[in-house]
């Protein structure tokens, strides 16, 4: 079984970077993807980035070009790092974990962006 903590979120001003951090315990080895889903208040949930046991990477139309997931394989450890943030970035963000028979989630943290 897998347990996911996730940190890293906060206040931040339109044009800042946060990076976001996803710890898992228990074994991952049998990972699909891993990455963030955000919902904000009244909004879809909506896939943000995922990065994959080879290592692509698939992110929303909306935050390309502006954040980057990546591992670190020895820590069970992913990041996102969101640079050039926007107000519509704000919400909250759900670390996953997808394996061939689960998923698991994260605690969720909040990240909210001033304009």
């Known amino acids: 079984q897998v347990q996911l903590v996730e940190s890293g979120g906060g206040l931040v001003q339109a044009g800042g970077s946060l990076r976001l951090s996803c710890a898992a315990s228990?074994?991952?080895?049998?990972?699909?993807?891993m990455g963030w889903y955000r919902q904000a208040p009244g909004n879809q949930r909506e896939l943000v980035a995922r990065?994959?046991?080879?290592?692509?990477?698939n992110y929303a139309d909306s935050v390309k070009g502006r954040f980057t997931i990546s591992r670190d394989n020895a820590k069970n450890t992913v990041y996102l790092q969101m640079n050039s943030l926007k107000p519509e970035d704000t919400a909250v963000y759900y670390c996953y974990v997808n394996t061939y028979s689960n998923t698991y989630w994260g605690q969720g943290t909040q990240v909210t962006v001033s304009s």
């Open positions: 228990g074994s991952i080895f049998s990972m699909n993807s």
């Open positions: 990065i994959f046991k080879i290592g692509t990477t």
